[in-house]
């Protein structure tokens, strides 16, 4: 199996001020990120509103997305679901549709314990030949994953490689993961990228932030695996007052998308109920925060 590594933006889901799908948009955004220079994708998380998609959408969403890409990055498909049967289906869909991975959510409504969620995630595994990212991200699922639980998911059930480790204190747990696994977890960090550089320099192999600050995140990227941290740091710290506005509790998708319209990437900030829309309040806070960063030299994308 090919490694993934790098920064895997949260891909965006763009709609149209009615709620429609806006397709043109969407590739749009897509090609706005690889120019960036995204290492991957990430679909249908929490950041692109996945939740709120029909599954012809999210079949729609993803054939688009594959013939735009074209095999230059991979794509990791978010395909849990609160029952097996159904995770081992949405995971099975996305492998024929081109997914390079599947990151998968534990059962969240009907919690399990460590033998259940081990047989969940071997049923997704068995199910497919593509890696499986277990989705360590219990402030959102109150399920807590230790380090050895997910030693034993990646030593006792196939394909299940990764953990997007999102379970706070995050470097921490990357070390612990990274350890108790004997190094066989590849670690992806999440929580748009807030301690990105302390989870690279424990081990952690990728970071999947939203989609408005991709050219920032690889900037940060390179310039730790080249060794250079004080410039890491630096970009680090000049697009951190952005990174923490969007890590506000259900308004950080507004935001994101509030600031992909202002560089005329996407056409709406329109997002799905219960997804929340930023006040007039806090778009004016937004838009001193964006003219804060400026890192990221594109400000328009060609249609």
């Excluded at 199910?127 to 402030?139: E, N, R």
């Excluded at 390179?222 to 506000?248: D, K």
Aim: glycine share 10%; proline share 6%.
């Amino acid at each position: 199996m090919p490694q993934l590594a790098g920064v895997f933006p949260i891909l965006a889901t763009t709609f149209r001020d009615d709620g429609s799908l806006d397709m043109e948009s969407q590739l749009r955004l897509v090609r706005h990120l690889l120019a960036a220079g995204a290492h991957g994708f990430g679909l249908f998380g929490n950041a692109s509103e996945g939740y709120t998609l029909t599954a012809a959408e999210r079949r729609e969403i993803l054939q688009a997305v594959v013939r735009e890409v074209d095999g230059r990055v991979p794509l990791v498909v978010s395909s849990g679901h609160t029952g097996t049967a159904a995770a081992v289906e949405l995971g099975r869909q996305a492998e024929d549709m081109g997914a390079a991975g599947l990151m998968v959510l534990p059962p969240y409504l009907m919690k399990t314990d460590g033998e259940g969620l081990l047989h969940y995630y071997g049923e997704v595994g068995r199910a497919v030949k593509i890696p499986v990212m277990v989705q360590d991200a219990p402030l959102m699922t109150q399920v807590a994953m230790p380090p050895p639980l997910l030693a034993r998911m990646v030593n006792e059930t196939p394909n299940v490689c990764y953990a997007k480790v999102e379970a706070p204190p995050t470097a921490t747990k990357t070390t612990s993961v990274v350890k108790a696994s004997g190094g066989a977890i590849t670690v992806f960090g999440g929580l748009n990228g807030l301690f990105m550089i302390e989870e690279m320099q424990r081990g952690a192999r990728g970071v999947m932030p939203g989609s408005d600050l991709t050219a920032q995140f690889v900037a940060i990227w390179n310039a730790v695996e080249s060794g250079h941290l004080r410039e890491a740091w630096r970009v680090f710290t000049q697009a951190l007052p952005l990174i923490r506005f969007e890590l506000q509790p259900g308004l950080g998708v507004s935001a994101m998308k509030h600031n992909l319209v202002a560089r005329g990437v996407i056409a709406s900030a329109f997002v799905r109920h219960p997804t929340s829309s930023l006040t007039r309040e806090s778009l004016g806070e937004l838009e001193f925060l964006r003219e804060w960063v400026t890192a990221d030299p594109q400000t328009t994308v060609d249609a």
